[in-house]
T-cell receptor
Framework: DQQVKQNSPSLSVQEGRISILNCDYT??????FLWYKKYPAEGPTFLIS?????DKNEDGRFTVFLNKSAKHLSLHIVPSQPGDSAVYFC????????????FGRGTQLTVWP | KAGVTQTPRYLIKTRGQQVTLSCSPI?????VSWYQQTPGQGLQFLFE???????NKGNFPGRFSGRQFSNSRSEMNVSTLELGDSALYLC????????????FGSGTQLSVL
């Protein structure tokens, strides 16, 4: 059963605008959330993470927001650039299963000029 | 610091054969995990090893097995290959603690004919 869900398989955004990628989860035991970016034929690359005790974490153009009551998190990319075009995966971890991440199915982001 | 190295990069096998994939983690990382990626399915967790012990296991049949050596290098074996085993197999390493981000290799693309 999919404990981390990304309900939008694709998102198209114009260069310079904001990209918002969404993620929902079902397991309240998750205590860390991470976002990964993946290009074709490459492994995922870590982007940004957030602990469940925080509601926001920012790193340059990337900001992750966590709403624990709604079991929802989002990744904001501002401003979006064509090089951001990739598949973005949301992932979660919990203390009882160290070393394992639970991934969503990904959202394909396309940033057009 | 060298990244996670997976070999081989591509592999073609026929049904019924077996295959062994190799993964060399980042130096100092004691946790190695394996994921299977198929189109539209995201990253499905196979298993995770920490200091030569399997610490977590996903919901895959017993045909999928792995091991970790004293130098933290890991191998994954799939016996009696089926057409549905065609996928990108990703290895990731980490320090293995709570909330630790995973560093992924480029993967092994396995095609079963």
């Amino acid at each position: 059963d999919q404990q981390v869900k990304q309900n939008s398989p694709s998102l198209s955004v114009q260069e310079g605008r904001i990209s918002i990628l969404n993620c929902d989860y079902t397991n309240s035991m998750f205590d860390y959330f991470l976002w990964y970016k993946k290009y074709p034929a490459e492994g995922p690359t870590f982007l940004i993470s957030i602990s469940s005790i925080k509601d926001k974490n920012e790193d340059g153009r990337f900001t992750v927001f966590l709403n624990k009551s709604a079991k929802h998190l989002s990744l904001h990319i501002v401003p979006s650039q064509p090089g951001d075009s990739a598949v973005y995966f949301c992932a979660a971890s919990r203390g009882s299963t160290l070393g394992r991440l639970y991934f969503g199915r990904g959202t394909q982001l396309t940033v057009w000029p | 610091k060298a990244g996670v190295t997976q070999t081989p990069r591509y592999l073609i096998k026929t049904r019924g054969q077996q295959v062994t994939l190799s993964c060399s983690p980042i130096s100092g990382h004691r946790s190695v995990s394996w994921y299977q990626q198929t189109p539209g399915q995201g990253l499905q967790f196979l298993f995770e090893y920490f200091s030569e012990t399997q610490r977590n296991k996903g919901n895959f049949p017993g045909r999928f097995s792995g091991r970790q050596f004293s130098n933290s290098r890991s191998e994954m074996n799939v016996s009696t290959l089926e057409l549905g085993d065609s996928a990108l197999y990703l290895c990731a390493s980490s320090l293995g603690g709570a909330g630790e981000k995973l560093f992924f290799g480029s993967g092994t693309q396995l095609s079963v004919l």
